[in-house]
């Protein structure tokens, strides 16, 4: 069974710039759920995709977008980044109606 | 809106101690309460969790104590080992819109030290 995997593990960019991080389910999960951990602090949600469609988000402004394809992966998408974007992005994958998430390795983006 | 309390947000603990992190809610829609250990660099991996309909659970040597009235839930880490020292999360969960949201605390540093 392959765990949850994301991609890149480091990124850094400048404010302004535009960035695309990868997420890979567990094998078989079809909910996908992003979340943004600053420095301290626990993670964030910031939204769930299930069926390709985000079915739910938290309070993150629309420059932070995603898509989930056929297989499940994900993408998340920032926009016009600022430094307070600057945090480890994680995403986590579950079965549907079920309450258990299991969590990638995190992607650590920084913007200067 | 905190909606999930969590305290100590560090502690230090002997080896073979007992480690105790305490956290709280506000929503009682709230039905799933997970504990999470995060060690650097690391994404969050699940621990143990709990419903409210239970007041407590064990597994090994962690143990989560559940108060439904008094809306608080707890992690017990019995016999602690330096190999325990990470950051511990709690959160509370719920569907919600046809989604499941799950509300994070703000994290404990455990240091557990020979």
């Known amino acids: 069974e392959t765990g949850v995997t994301q991609s890149p593990t480091h990124l850094i960019k400048t404010r302004g710039q535009q960035v695309t991080l990868r997420c890979s389910s567990q094998s078989g999960h079809n909910t996908v759920s992003w979340y943004q951990q600053a420095l301290g602090q626990g993670p964030q949600f910031i939204f769930q995709?299930?069926?390709?469609?985000?079915?739910g988000r938290g309070n993150f402004p629309p420059r932070f977008s995603g898509l989930q394809f056929p297989n499940y992966s994900s993408e998340l998408n920032v926009n016009a980044l600022e430094l307070d974007d600057s945090a480890l992005y994680l995403c986590?994958?579950?079965?549907?109606?079920?309450?258990?998430?299991?969590f990638g390795p995190g992607t650590r983006l920084t913007v200067l | 809106q905190q909606q999930v309390k969590q305290s100590p947000q560090s502690l230090i603990v002997q080896k073979g101690g007992i480690s105790i992190i305490n956290c709280a809610y506000e929503n009682t829609a709230f039905d799933y309460f997970p504990w999470y250990q995060q060690f650097p660099g690391k994404g969050p991996a699940l621990l143990i969790a709990i419903r409210p309909d239970v007041s407590e659970k064990k597994e090994g040597r962690f143990t989560i104590s559940f108060n439904k009235s008094a809306k608080q839930f707890s992690l017990h880490i019995m016999d602690s080992q330096p190999g325990d020292s990470a950051t511990y999360f709690c959160a509370a969960s719920r569907v919600s819109g046809g989604y499941q949201k799950v509300t994070f605390g703000i994290g404990t540093k455990l240091q557990v030290i020979p």
């Open positions: 995709y299930y069926r390709e469609e985000e079915n």
């Open positions: 986590a994958s579950s079965f549907t109606g079920r309450p258990r998430q299991f």
